[in-house]
């Protein structure tokens, strides 16, 4: 705990006075080692001793609310609650505060597969006493799911694309899930902007923004590079079913 930021911690102190809580566990840029103040999500999954009821929900609202107005803000502190009974499931979804609402989400395999190769404890089990290990081909069914299913879903929308969050995540996620396919690793979102397929003006941009400049991209031509790009990198995850 000593090295995560102060938003962590805390979550950390008021998931433990709960006492159904057993294990907070680290994952996305944070386990990474990628991790950009102010810029990164902090990434979070809690294992928790039986379902999350409502009363359970409205208990993890109240203390998110308070850590979002407090040492969180500004910080894009999530958590996934995960009934251990249910931990198996791929398809099961749970209570996820995420940008200061409570809504239900898979956790990912993805995800998983972070957990698995770079997570680390806030307290409880370390990751890899959970989730097991994860092959070079766990790897690439991860990338097929996550492309062939929200993303197939969004390519299909090209309005959405005008979303400046939309399309920049896009573009890294794409970046990401190719180099998944061909390699079975995963990689960084600074790693995947380098790779991404678009003009080296727009990845000028992600960069500088990766580093908290404040630098803005044209819209439509952005959404443009980036919808493209998702038909193309979601139609080849398909072909590689």
């Known amino acids: 705990m000593a090295t995560s930021p102060a938003a962590v911690r805390d979550l950390g102190y008021e998931l433990k006075e709960l006492g159904w809580v057993s294990d907070l566990l680290v994952a996305g840029s944070l386990a990474t080692g990628d991790y950009v103040p102010r810029i990164s999500d902090l990434d979070l999954v809690a294992l928790v001793d039986g379902p999350v009821d409502t009363g359970r929900q409205a208990a993890l609202s109240v203390i998110h609310r308070r850590l979002d107005s407090g040492s969180g803000a500004g910080f894009s502190l999530g958590c996934v609650y995960v009934d251990t009974a249910t931990i198996s499931d791929i398809e099961e979804q749970h209570p996820t505060w995420t940008h200061g609402q409570l809504v239900h989400r898979v956790l990912s395999r993805v995800t998983r597969a972070e957990l698995a ?44 694309w005008v979303d400046p969050i ?51 991209s044209p819209r439509i031509r952005t959404a443009v590079v980036a919808w493209l790009d998702a038909r193309r990198t979601v139609a080849r995850a398909k072909r590689a079913r």
């Open 166 to 216: 939309i399309a920049e995540l896009g573009l890294t996620s794409m970046a990401r899930g190719r180099h998944a396919l061909d390699k079975g690793e995963l990689l960084t979102k600074t790693q995947a902007i380098e790779q991404a397929h678009a003009p080296t003006w727009l990845i000028d941009q992600l960069s500088a923004r990766r580093r908290g400049e404040a630098v803005s």
């Open 117 to 160: 190769r770079h997570g680390y404890e806030v307290f409880g089990r370390p990751p890899r006493e959970v989730f097991p290990a994860v092959s070079a081909e766990d790897i690439r069914a991860a990338a097929r799911a996550e492309l062939t299913g929200y993303w197939a879903w969004a390519a299909r929308r090209p309005w959405i």
